[in-house]
């Protein structure tokens, strides 16, 4: 009798602690938040590539698409799991802040900016600086031509403050609108008003206006106009609702050679060329 009953609260103990790990064991968590500039997603690569990581791993992504900076700040604030901007200074920073995990950033892909302009190109950028950036933003100022700026701390807004510095130039006034808006919108707003502004080729490229706009200056032999993207895993000492396991694998999924194979295919069906170039590793 007495060795039943031990038996039997041997077993009511052993149910009680496996309970107990059973509650204690956090379930694995599949939703995965990206904050990520507009041009990934305005370009549409993001609505081409992420079904695949998706399906591939189970993880579902909910993506923050907003200016490279306030992606960085999301991450700052642990308000997001993993970064995919365009912004190189920054990201740097970023790292060297403590933001980052240990592995820091990753290159992922490139392509390059474009000056934008109406077709009728009132400054005369195109016949004088095609491929010269500072004289083509020096002709900007010089013939106060509307320009559209992002004016967002975006991968974009800031290559276009840099292009400005190398010209000695601080743009203000009435031809100097500040948008504080995504690619996509400027680019809308720059054909409706038939005014200047600097994009992507990517977000230029696709997206599709009946325009009445055109490339005036583009492949500055100098690199002032190259745009490199990178990938950035959030700190998981920011909180404990970061979300790492996920952060890595879409990290580790981006940069791998059937990703980079994929992003370097798109585009080439409809445009002819590859909207941007894969350069991991």
Known sequence: MRKSRF???AAILLLAVASLSGCGKKAENKEL??????????????DEILPVFEEKTGYEVSVVSVGSGEAMTMGENGEADVLLVHSPAA???FVEGG?????GRKDVMYNDFVLIGPKEDPAGIGAASYND???AFTALYESQSPFISRS???GTHKKELT???KCGITPEGDWYIQAGAGMGAVLEMANETLSYTLSDRATWLNAGLDTDLTIVCEKDESGV???QYGVICVNPDKNENINHDGAKAFQEWIVSKETQELIGEYGLEEYGKPLFTPNAG
Do not use: F, M, Q, R
């Open 152 to 154: 967002d701390e975006s």
């Open 225 to 227: 106009l190259y745009n």
């Open 91 to 93: 990201e740097k920073a």
């Open 163 to 165: 292009l400005w510095e």
């Open 7 to 9: 038996l039997t609260y």
């Open 33 to 46: 938040i990206l904050a990520t500039t507009t041009s990934t997603k305005d370009s549409g690569l993001l």
């Open 133 to 135: 950036a500072v004289a």
């Open 99 to 103: 933001h980052s995990d240990e592995a």
